[in-house]
């Protein structure tokens, strides 16, 4: 089996900086895209960030600097720095990868996380 865990949420002030967390787990042949995604309460889910396996990166245009997106292959972790946080930063975070499995199909499968939770409240 396969597993995608975020870590890192929590409660911060506007202007805060957060560190999330992303680990995949279990039977892996190997990683390939990795990426943030998050959905706000009554909002769809929207990409924040993601990492090709060659190491080319995507940023929503909310961003607008104030995150960066990091990955360890050999771990087969990625992170998400985030500075200069703003109320409407507030969203529950999901890490997805697209993971060839030992057992699997040969192609990748996209696996999600079940999210972890920032809130930026004063």
């Known amino acids: 089996q396969v597993q995608v865990v975020e870590s890192g949420g929590g409660l911060v002030q506007p202007g805060g900086s957060l560190r999330l967390s992303c680990a995949a787990s279990?039977?892996?042949?190997?990683?390939?895209?990795m990426g943030w995604y998050r959905q706000a309460p009554g909002k769809q889910r929207e990409l924040v960030a993601s990492?090709?396996?060659?190491?080319?990166?995507t940023y929503a245009d909310f961003v607008e600097g104030r995150f960066a997106i990091t990955r360890d292959n050999a771990k087969n972790a990625m992170y998400l720095q985030m500075t200069s946080l703003k109320p409407e930063d507030t969203a529950v975070y999901y890490c997805?990868?697209?993971?060839?499995?030992?057992?699997?199909?040969?192609?990748?499968?996209?696996?999600w996380g079940k999210g972890t939770l920032v809130t930026v409240s004063s």
């Open positions: 990492f090709t396996r060659s190491g080319r990166t």
């Open positions: 997805n990868a697209d993971i060839v499995s030992i057992y699997g199909l040969s192609s990748p499968v996209e696996y």
């Open positions: 279990g039977s892996i042949r190997s990683v390939y895209g």
